[in-house]
């Protein structure tokens, strides 16, 4: 079965270091994987797709098969990273339809 | 530009009582979603829409719940009657064509308490 696991509910850096936010998943053949973020008050809304392999506010997020990992990273954090994020996925067996999401990683830049 | 609005944005209900959410998509949007986040769980889908019709229903959790969609515009999702388990936030999409994984806009979510 397809599971999406995000280890971390809840991480802080402080402005400037490094972040790494971790996604492993589970899933029978090629999905495809997103990052989702969630900042406050706002709507949630598609950070980045593996497949576009693009750079987004600083956000890069690579697919590792053999580690079945797509880790959000950024190198210098920014008190406007301060959201919820979500790693989900998406396939034939879910359907391009229907996104599966972990749990979610609350990142906090402190200032 | 209008986003895809729910309401309301909070709901604290007692156990046994219902509730009615509603979610107005883009305009223009065939397909709706809803998704809900149960506390520290993940988001799950709930269902998917196309204009007024059920096209997955799959993730509805059980006949306590029930989503409408009259005249293809908004939708409802209403939770009758309402138990604890229930409490989470309440997600809803919308999208021209039907792939929510890169066409969708989500709402800012109804966060649903129930007591």
């Known amino acids: 079965a397809q599971r999406v696991t995000q280890p971390e509910k809840l991480l802080s850096v402080f402005k400037g270091a490094p972040v790494e936010l971790k996604c492993n998943y589970s899933y029978s053949g090629s999905p495809e994987l997103f990052w989702y973020v969630q900042y406050s008050r706002q709507r949630l809304q598609l950070l980045l797709r593996?497949?576009s392999r693009e750079s987004i506010k600083g956000f890069t997020a690579d697919l590792n098969k053999g580690e079945t990992s797509f880790h959000l990273k950024k190198p210098f954090a920014q008190e406007e990273d301060s959201a919820m994020y979500y790693c989900a996925l998406s396939g034939p067996l879910t359907g391009a339809n229907n996104l599966f999401f972990g749990t979610g990683t609350r990142l906090t830049v402190i200032p | 530009e209008a986003g895809v609005t729910q309401f309301p944005s909070h709901s604290v209900i007692e156990k046994g009582q219902t509730v009615t959410l509603r979610c107005d998509p883009i305009?223009?949007?065939?397909?709706l979603y809803w998704y809900r986040r149960v506390m520290g769980k993940e988001i799950k889908f709930l269902l998917h829409?196309?204009?007024?019709?059920?096209?997955?229903e799959s993730g509805m959790p059980n006949n306590r719940f029930l989503a409408e969609r009259t005249g293809g515009t908004y939708s409802t999702l209403k939770v009758q009657p309402a138990e604890l388990e229930d409490s989470g936030v309440y997600f809803c999409?919308?999208?021209?064509?039907?792939?929510?994984?890169?066409?969708?806009?989500f709402g800012q979510g109804t966060r649903l308490t129930v007591v």
């Open positions: 999409a919308s999208s021209q064509v039907p792939r929510v994984n890169t066409e969708a806009f």
């Open positions: 593996h497949i």
């Open positions: 305009s223009g949007h065939d397909n």
């Open positions: 829409f196309v204009k007024e019709s059920k096209q997955d």
